[in-house]
């Protein structure tokens, strides 16, 4: 026996040496590559307190996790029970070199305890694998991934689980002078395995040779685990946490600002994965590709090539794949992004709406958008290559400051006969209305204008506008790749904007509100911004609307990316309009809120053909036609576009018009 035990030593001193040091080997490796890659990023690591409370909400929490209740739940038991049988784990580890190590004589109740709970948890680590493969195996959603490396992890971690309990059940019936601590009564479910395999009946001699079998097994499986992790889609088991710690704390955000005038630099946007930041590398480690992302994209549900979880993946791939290039930092060797046989092609790129779904539900905050985004803006940037009919925009923007090309002087036309004031008439006026590109020339987006500025003269409100002094607020030309041309935009409206100083600054668009509020004060005008839906319904709150409450039928809201995900505004659209249609329920479609589908027309997509896969809007119009409502409001333009064409394309007799023209007529 003593001989065995010595070898057993031995064997066991082997294996951890040579498993844990390949472990540190690959991580090291991982390291390296994220300090290896050049793109820089502005994170500062404050609000230390903040993100510990992130760690106890998100992580120990599972709050993301969980908003997809089924597998959410089966996450959490798989998570609590995994780590939960750790301690023991290593304890038997440690044991197999060093036979002596009791730590249950330091503290019996406490480790008894511990055990008592780990057992447990144990087997909620089984259930929730049952949940798993019911899901894998039953409902097959088109969005898991499904393949060895998954199968792998699920054998793995069942087997660790399975033989955790095997090792604690033959463990109550060794004699307790072998170990020195009574493991009597400590494993309430593992007890159960002696009297349903009758392992009493067992000689001692096959007792501890079930011990040392189930013991093995384990220790190879932990062990196996531990190497494969680095390289497996459970990478996120090491980089999840510290991605979730490290999370933009806010929710709003701006695109990354490119310093165009950098004389320098050598290339813009993103155009090598040497490029990447070593933030971007570990949110590419982090992704547990669990498919939610995809689940939510508009464009992975209407068949456009693009996937944000395959894209995260590609990415991964394309950075382990150039590792070596990489890592010896020789950026000539390293291959551009979308090349031949790339699977980013510029047609993934090219069909993200930037609706933020993605980023929205993603349980460990990763930034999507900061992947796609970079690389259209080094398409455009350095290759001019996008999709031809922006060329055309993109035109128009430059010489008329907006995208359809109408003459920028006749900015302020929308507002002829309602005696609107310009800001240069009226520089004391209480409030910019900053109209935008659609309120000031679409057909449809003048009426939400009027309607708008009828209901603000209603309640009294000083305003004025900028009329033939404002350009389009930079974000349509920002999202499809076009920086240079943006930040012209953003430019000449800030020092516009600068020198009247408003006190405050209202828009009816979310892109607009979205590119002042958020990404103005990176170029040097920072005001309090308003969307139309907060300010209005701040004017009913104050008492200065007079509702006279009709009944305008039932109705559904659409809520619009750059107003919900984007800046968190889902609840004064649907009170304004319980306000203004009084004793109507307001029907919600089952894509609303943070889950809301997109229109299609964000990220520049607006101005773009849609010639892949089925259309976005007509998808969502579907959606509104199934709630039976006879209206459908949104609190954007070009959502109202985008729904209006969808429904007209289905042949619906629905009315769609923004929170703005339905208060106006519940005024009149
Ligand atoms: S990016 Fe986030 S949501 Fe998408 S598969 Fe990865 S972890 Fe899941
Ligand atoms: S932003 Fe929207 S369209 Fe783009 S990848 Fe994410 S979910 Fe898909």
Redesign the pocket.
């Known amino acids: 026996m003593q001989h065995y035990l010595n070898i057993k030593a031995f064997i066991m001193a082997l294996a951890l040496l040579s498993a844990f040091g390949l472990f540190f080997i690959r991580v090291r490796r991982l390291r390296d590559l994220m300090q290896a890659v050049q793109g820089k990023t502005d994170f500062k690591l404050d609000r230390v307190a903040a993100r510990i409370k992130v760690l106890f909400t998100d992580v120990l929490g599972q709050s993301n996790v969980r908003r997809k209740p089924m597998a959410g739940y089966a996450h959490t038991l798989i998570f609590f029970g995994f780590l939960a049988v750790q301690p023991h784990s290593l304890e038997l580890m440690i044991k197999g070199v060093f036979r002596n190590f009791e730590p249950g004589l330091w503290m019996p109740a406490v480790y008894g305890a511990y055990l008592y709970a780990a057992d447990i948890l144990a087997l909620l680590v089984l259930i929730g694998f049952a949940v798993v493969l019911y899901r894998r195996v039953l409902v097959r959603p088109k969005y898991l991934t499904v393949g060895m490396d998954a199968n792998l992890i699920i054998l793995f971690t069942s087997l660790i689980i399975i033989t955790f309990q095997f090792i604690n059940a033959f463990q109550t019936l060794l004699p307790t002078a072998a170990h020195g601590f009574d493991y009597a009564g400590v494993f309430p479910i593992s007890e159960r395995l002696v009297s349903l395999f009758n392992l009493n009946a067992l000689t001692p001699t096959q007792i501890f040779a079930g011990y040392e079998i189930s013991y093995y097994i384990h220790m190879a499986t932990i062990l196996g685990f531990l190497i494969y992790i680095p390289g497996s889609k459970h990478l996120h088991l090491l980089a999840a946490v510290p991605n979730v710690f490290l999370k933009p704390l806010e929710r709003e955000k701006a695109m990354i600002t490119t310093d165009i005038e950098d004389e320098d630099a050598e290339s813009f946007g993103l155009g090598k994965i040497n490029e990447l930041n070593w933030k971007h590398v570990l949110n590419l480690y982090a992704c547990t590709e669990c498919g939610r992302?995809e689940e939510?994209?508009?464009?992975?549900n209407t068949g456009k090539p693009?996937s944000?979880k395959k894209i995260i993946h590609d990415f991964k791939h394309d950075l382990f794949d150039q590792a070596a290039p990489v890592l010896a930092k020789d950026g000539e060797a390293v291959e551009p992004i979308v090349r031949e046989a790339s699977p980013i092609t510029g047609d993934v790129l090219w069909s993200?709406?930037?609706?933020?779904?993605?980023?929205d539900i993603c349980p460990v905050n990763i930034e999507?958008?900061d992947f796609?985004l970079e690389a259209r803006k080094y398409q455009v940037l350095m290759e001019a290559a996008f999709p031809p009919e922006l060329q055309e925009t993109f035109t128009n923007l430059e010489n008329q400051a907006n995208p359809w090309g109408f003459n920028a002087e006749d900015r302020a036309k929308w507002c002829e006969g309602l005696d609107v004031p310009l800001m240069m008439d009226a520089p004391d006026a209480d409030v910019l209305y900053y109209v935008g590109c659609a309120g000031s020339f679409d057909d449809r987006g003048m009426k939400i204008a009027r309607a708008l500025a009828r209901v603000l003269q209603r309640a009294g409100v000083k305003f004025a506008i900028l009329g033939p002094e404002e350009a389009c607020n930079g974000d349509m030309a920002r999202r499809a790749g076009n920086e240079y041309l943006a930040q012209m935009l953003i430019q000449q409206n800030v020092e516009t904007i600068n020198q009247y100083k408003p006190k405050q600054i209202l828009t009816a668009c979310p892109h607009c509100f979205n590119a002042i509020k958020n990404e103005y004060p990176g170029f040097g005008a920072a005001y309090p911004v308003w969307h139309h839906t907060d300010f209005l319904f701040d004017l009913v709150r104050q008492g200065r609307l007079s509702i006279n409450g009709k009944h305008l039928g039932e109705m559904t809201f659409h809520d619009s990316c750059y107003l919900g995900r984007w800046n968190g505004i889902y609840d004064s659209p649907r009170q304004l309009l319980r306000a203004a249609n009084r004793g109507v329920k307001l029907t919600e479609m089952p894509r609303s809120r943070d889950k809301g589908f997109?229109c299609g027309a964000g990220?520049g997509r607006m101005f773009m053909e849609e010639t892949l896969g089925t259309y976005i809007n007509v998808d969502r119009a579907r959606e509104v036609a199934a709630t039976g409502a006879k209206t459908v409001a949104a609190a954007c333009p070009f959502c109202i576009t985008m729904l209006k064409d969808g429904i007209t394309e289905l042949n619906r007799d629905i009315a769609v018009k923004d929170v703005a023209e339905i208060l106006d007529e519940a005024l009149s």
Do not use: D, K, Y
Request: net charge neutral.
């Open positions: 992302c939510q994209c508009p464009a992975a693009l944000p993200c709406t930037s609706c933020r779904a993605c980023e999507h958008l796609i997109c990220g």
